[in-house]
């Protein structure tokens, strides 16, 4: 899937993106969260499109400097020296009025969530913060929850909660015809059935029922074609 469909969570991340630019004097932070695969990398990619957002994905145990670094480098500038302290004071002179799409945030501690939230009080930058439930435990842990106090008063009810595909139309509508056409139910319940409702399962589903199709000289998909899609990424999801 090349492009992002625009599926009902989707717009509503939009709309929400849209509130978080229009209120940067008071509150220039949302949230996009949910288990993994449910398409948040997905519509944080549509903000990049559609609004010029900036996206920089977080890691496992990133320091300040490269955290600071990664959202440099997004918003263009030239690779610098110096300190965390340093590189967040050049940041403050650059994303005024722009929008930051911080991916995996759940890999962040509270003090860079903190960094994060002074560029979006004090520099006027627009911020989406994007993750895993995992992003909520420093806001709920009493060790931590005083100091990200403002924060989260400024994401507010400025958040889109991602979650799987179950109803069969949706699933049809919105990860099988874009790619193959409109298919009969049985294939749209076999589809299901292997995707789970999950967008980065649903893509690699999609690209191995192509490779199918392709090897096989056949044009329309088909439970058949599913099942074998499904059996030949067995390998590679037991590995995973």
Known sequence: MTET?????????????????????????????????????WAGKYLVKHLGAVRVCCSQGISNKVLAERILGG????????SANTLIGKLEALVAGKLLVMDETNHL????LEMLRYLADEAGMGLILSGTDLMDRPFKDGRT???LAQLASRIGAKRVRFERLT???EVAGYMIQPNFGKVDKATATAFQKQSKGY??????LAAACRRVMETQGLDKLNPVIVEA????MAPARLAA
């Open 5 to 41: 469909i625009e599926t009902r969570q989707v717009r509503d991340a939009l709309r929400m993106a849209r509130s978080v630019m229009d209120s940067l004097e008071t509150g220039p932070i949302g949230q996009l969260v949910g288990e993994p695969g449910t398409g948040k990398t």
């Open 167 to 169: 109803a069969l139309e």
């Open 109 to 112: 501690r509270w003090q860079q």
């Open 199 to 204: 967008w980065r399962d649903a893509a690699e």
């Open 229 to 232: 899609a499904a059996n030949w």
């Open 75 to 82: 918003f263009g500038a030239e690779k610098t020296s110096g």
């Open 145 to 147: 929850s005083t100091y």
